[in-house]
């Protein structure tokens, strides 16, 4: 486990690699070579880490719209609410899948910090929305039941 | 080339609400076929919206995204007759853009 959490570290400290990255236009905006680094992450650590969100403060502002019993894993549907002001970016993560990340949203000007889409679960777990507003991060969980898992088809 | 997205765009009180449904297979890379080798992954990665050609949303996705999926979201500013264009690429490089009217 130690050398994948070094790499996670790593990653979240080559941000400003990425950012470069972008600048120079081999990749978009929103620094792809990070992104791609926090899809491979395997622990809940790990992925808020190669978002940049350690230490994520819980928040009351966030809601999450999700089944509190799924009956199929592989189309669970879930909506994400922010109402922090300045929300720049929403996450949402599984933390029971084989990799946490299922999607993340950038927030641009003119769009409000309201989605929802389909994702699949293996397993009963915690769904995790992560948002960043105005800089900073904040977290929140919700449980949903899985009664089929959505992985193996 | 994949098959055209279900775009439907509607406005409330200067408030789009875009739903749209995408065909794709969306395979993990984690299941197995009949012979026991794993199906390679194959997902879309990015979704790009905009609005009059404005963009307002990005998305990533990963593979644990539902097969033909679906994603929706609210932009603010929209009237009726504007145009929403939604673009997705895949880990394989296929890509596909769809416009739709704001109704």
Not at chain 1, 80 to 107: F, H, Q, R
Not at chain 1, 146 to 153: H, S
Not at chain 2, 6 to 35: F, N, P, W, Y
Request: proline residues 5%; hydrophobic residues 45%.
């Amino acid at each position: 486990m130690k050398p994948l959490r070094r790499t996670a570290l790593r990653t979240a400290a080559g941000g400003s690699v990425a950012a470069a990255l972008a600048a120079l236009g081999l990749f978009g905006p929103s620094s792809a070579a990070a992104q791609s680094k926090a899809f491979q992450a395997k622990t809940l650590a790990e992925t808020l880490a190669a978002l940049g969100a350690t230490g994520a403060a819980d928040s009351r502002d966030i809601v999450i719209t999700a089944p509190d019993i799924a009956e199929n894993g592989a189309v669970v549907p879930i909506g994400i609410k922010s109402n922090l002001p300045k929300t720049e970016m929403i996450a949402l993560l599984v933390e029971k899948n084989p990799s946490l990340l299922a999607g993340s949203y950038d927030i641009l000007a003119g769009a409000e910090p309201d989605v929802s889409m389909r994702v699949k679960m293996g397993q009963s777990s915690d769904v995790f929305a992560v948002v960043k507003a105005d800089g900073k991060f904040f977290i929140t969980r919700k449980e949903v039941k899985v009664t089929l898992g959505g992985c193996g088809g | 080339m994949a098959d055209p997205m279900k775009i439907r765009a509607t406005v409330r009180d200067g408030v789009a609400d875009v739903r749209v449904l995408m065909a794709h297979e969306m395979e993990t890379g984690q299941r197995k076929d009949a012979s026991g080798n794993l199906v390679p992954a194959w997902h879309i990665t990015e979704v790009t919206a905009t609005l009059n050609g404005t963009p307002v949303l990005k998305v990533q996705w990963g593979p644990a995204i539902s097969k033909n999926p679906y994603l929706s979201f609210k932009v603010k500013g929209a009237k009726s007759g504007d145009t929403v264009s939604v673009t997705w690429v895949d880990n394989k490089g296929d890509k596909r853009t769809d416009e739709a009217k704001v109704s």
